[in-house]
T-cell receptor, first 111, second 113 residues
Framework: AQSVAQPEDQVNVAEGNPLTVKCTYS??????LFWYVQYPNRGLQFLLK??????LVKGSYGFEAEFNKSQTSFHLKKPSALVSDSALYFC?????????FGSGTKLNVKP | NAGVTQTPKFQVLKTGQSMTLQCAQD?????MYWYRQDPGMGLRLIYY???????DKGEVPNGYNVSRLNKREFSLRLESAAPSQTSVYFC????????????FGPGTRLTVT
C-alpha cells in the first residue's frame, strides 16, 4: 500500500531557530515526494520535490528537504524560521496517476 | 495568468440537493484533480482526469461525478448531497502525472445541512 505519514500534528519553534517538519513514506517503486504549504483559507502551494539524484533538495522560501532512503523519510527543513512560515504543511507522494497526502503538520513560529 | 480558479467559494446545501463545482486552469495542463479536505485527514482524491476526455475514480468517489469539459475545465457534481459531504473541495492541475507538481485552486467550502 502507498502511504505518507506525518507523525506530528503540530510543531512549535521560535523565530530564528531551525525548523524540521517530519514525513515518512511507504511506497512501492520509486518514491516521488513533494512538500506543499497551505496558508489559512488558501489552496496548497508547491514548495519542493524529490524525484532522483541529490538527496538534499532546495525549494521556495528558503526551505529544503532531505531524502533518506534507508529511513524512508523526507523531512522538511529551514535553517532560520520566520513568523510568516506559520502555516499547514503537507507531504505528498505521487505515483503515476495518483497522489497521496499526509494528514498535515501545523507549524507555529513564535516571535 | 490566473492559474486554477474555482467557483463558488462558499455553498450551503440542504440534504438531497444537487450542485456542480466548477474548475478551470489556464496553464495548458493535461491532468486535473478533485480533492476533499477534512480536518486531520489531509487531502483525499475524489476523481482525476489524465487528459481531455478521460476521467477515473480516486480514493473516495462515491456520491460524486465529474466531467472533463475540455482541456481547461473539470467540474465536480454532487447529485444528492449528504451531510457527510460537508468539506472543503480543491481542484488541482499538473502538467502531467507524477512526478510533476500540482497547482491548486483556492477551494470551495461546502456545508450540507
Amino acid at each position: 500500500a502507498q502511504s505518507v505519514a506525518q507523525p506530528e500534528d503540530q510543531v512549535n519553534v521560535a523565530e530564528g531557530n531551525p525548523l524540521t517538519v517530519k514525513c515518512t513514506y511507504s511506497v512501492s517503486g520509486n518514491p516521488y515526494l513533494f512538500w506543499y504549504v497551505q496558508y489559512p483559507n488558501r489552496g496548497l502551494q508547491f514548495l519542493l520535490k524529490y524525484i532522483t539524484g541529490d538527496n538534499l533538495v532546495k525549494g521556495s522560501y528558503g526551505f529544503e528537504a532531505e531524502f533518506n532512503k534507508s529511513q524512508t523519510s523526507f523531512h522538511l527543513k529551514k535553517p532560520s524560521a520566520l513568523v510568516s512560515d506559520s502555516a499547514l504543511y503537507f507531504c505528498s507522494h505521487g505515483n503515476f496517476n495518483k497522489f497521496y497526502f499526509g494528514s498535515g503538520t501545523k507549524l507555529n513560529v513564535k516571535p | 495568468n490566473a492559474g486554477v480558479t474555482q467557483t463558488p467559494k462558499f455553498q450551503v446545501l440542504k440534504t438531497g440537493q444537487s450542485m456542480t463545482l466548477q474548475c478551470a486552469q489556464d496553464m495548458n495542463h493535461n491532468s486535473m484533480y478533485w480533492y476533499r479536505q477534512d480536518p486531520g485527514m489531509g487531502l483525499r482524491l475524489i476523481y482525476y482526469s489524465a487528459s481531455e476526455g478521460t476521467t477515473d475514480k480516486g480514493e473516495v468517489p462515491n456520491g460524486y461525478n465529474v466531467s472533463r469539459l475540455n482541456k481547461r475545465e473539470f467540474s465536480l457534481r454532487l447529485e444528492s448531497a449528504a451531510p457527510s459531504q460537508t468539506s472543503v473541495y480543491f481542484c488541482a492541475s499538473s502538467r502531467d502525472f507524477s512526478p510533476y507538481e500540482q497547482y491548486f485552486g483556492p477551494g470551495t467550502r461546502l456545508t450540507v445541512t
